[in-house]
């Protein structure tokens, strides 16, 4: 026999709750029958927190006894809780995804096949565009967290603010196989400066700092990941110098 959830949640005209909707979804989906309420006004809503000696909706009841919101609703159901503080890798991991398949796309439409030189210097040009982009979002964090390892930003500190835009310059420049003259040596000298400024402060120094290399509001840890996307600027840079002096 199922067990008996009642859930209430705001739903209103300007504010439906996100956080309503998923434990609606979870305890759905953990087989639970709902009996749903909606707290249609922001008068209801506080009467009903008032009621139940709460601060916040939606609240969650199990068989008449009440759980909580949908984090404690979570923990009852035994489901792991996100840690806003936990380091991670996703958000490079999912640029470099991406791009990778936007490159793939890209090397079928133009020559009928997947594998193409130039689907490799799409990966790289797409990749930096992209994380150009996330640095982009909120260019005060970004410079923030690239002040605490980047060696020439120590010194002249408009330079966080300038690298950004150089890497979308050089990455759309490269996307489009133009001005190499002036992509290659832009890559090559941001590449090679964040990769020295990674490598002493990660394998030298040993501190532990998040990467700027998403943007500054990431918790991305500074290492391997961050190293490996200079040394793919680099090696890009190189390539397409060479490719156009031939």
């Not at 890798?89 to 640029?95: G, H, I, K, S, T």
């Not at 090559?188 to 990660?202: D, E, H, L």
């Not at 998040?210 to 961050?226: E, H, Q, R, T, Y």
Request: net charge negative; glycine share 8%; hydrophobic share 50%.
């Amino acid at each position: 026999m199922s067990q008996k959830a009642t859930i209430y949640r705001m739903v209103m005209k300007e504010h439906i709750c996100p956080f309503g909707l998923k434990a609606r979804d979870l305890l759905r989906r953990e087989g639970f029958d709902i009996d749903d309420h909606w707290l249609r006004t922001r008068e209801q809503t506080d009467s009903f927190m008032e009621e139940q000696g709460v601060d916040a909706t939606p609240q969650i009841f199990i068989d008449g006894t009440r759980i909580g919101g949908y984090d404690d609703l979570r923990q009852y159901l035994g489901k792991p809780l996100p840690d806003p503080q936990a380091v991670t890798y996703q958000p490079v991991l999912a640029v470099f995804a991406i791009a990778g398949l936007m490159a793939l796309a890209a090397s079928w439409s133009a020559f009928d096949t997947f594998v193409s030189v130039q689907a490799i210097q799409w990966f790289i040009a797409f990749s930096m565009c992209m994380l150009a982009m996330l640095k982009l979002r909120d260019l005060e964090s970004f410079s923030n967290m690239f002040l605490g390892y980047d060696l020439l930003a120590r010194k002249v500190v408009r330079y966080a603010y300038v690298y950004p835009f150089a890497e979308a310059i050089a990455g759309i420049l490269m996307i489009a196989g133009s001005m190499i003259w002036l992509a290659a040596p832009i890559a090559f000298f941001i590449g090679v400066v964040g990769a020295y400024s990674v490598f002493r402060a990660v394998y030298i120094e040993k501190r532990e700092l998040k990467c700027a290399c998403v943007g500054g509001d990431s918790n991305v840890p500074l290492g391997f990941i961050s190293l490996t996307e200079n040394l793919m600027m680099v090696g890009m840079a190189i390539w397409m110098g060479l490719y156009a002096a031939l």
